[in-house]
């Protein structure tokens, strides 16, 4: 059984910073890719940022350039970097895996909230 632990969510005023991150319990060989998802109240859940094996990332166009998806391979443990926040980044984060023979695993969420 897979298991994702988040951590590094909270409070923080418009313009700031935080930094998540979520450990997954399995070899980096049996990764294909991390990711970040988000699901605001009301609204369906939507991929933040994406990281792959090879080290591709992929972000959502609302973040570019603002967030940043890290991973260190050996600890197969994925970051999130999210500068100049915005209120509209207020959502529950989740931390997602795909393994490479498939399956999608999904952390228990972290909670950002971002005060205007």
């Known amino acids: 059984q897979v298991q994702l632990v988040e951590s590094g969510g909270g409070l923080v005023q418009a313009g700031g910073s935080l930094r998540l991150s979520c450990a997954a319990s399995?070899?980096?060989?049996?990764?294909?890719?991390m990711g970040w998802y988000r699901q605001a109240p009301g609204k369906q859940r939507e991929l933040v940022a994406s990281i792959t094996r090879g080290g591709g990332t992929n972000y959502s166009d609302s973040v570019k350039g603002r967030f940043t998806i890290s991973r260190e391979n050996a600890e197969t443990t994925v970051y999130l970097q999210m500068n100049s926040l915005k209120a509209e980044d207020t959502a529950v984060y989740y931390c997602a895996v795909t393994k490479l023979l498939g399956g999608l695993y999904w952390g228990q969420g972290t909670q950002v909230t971002v005060s205007s």
């Open positions: 399995l070899s980096i060989f049996n990764i294909s890719s």
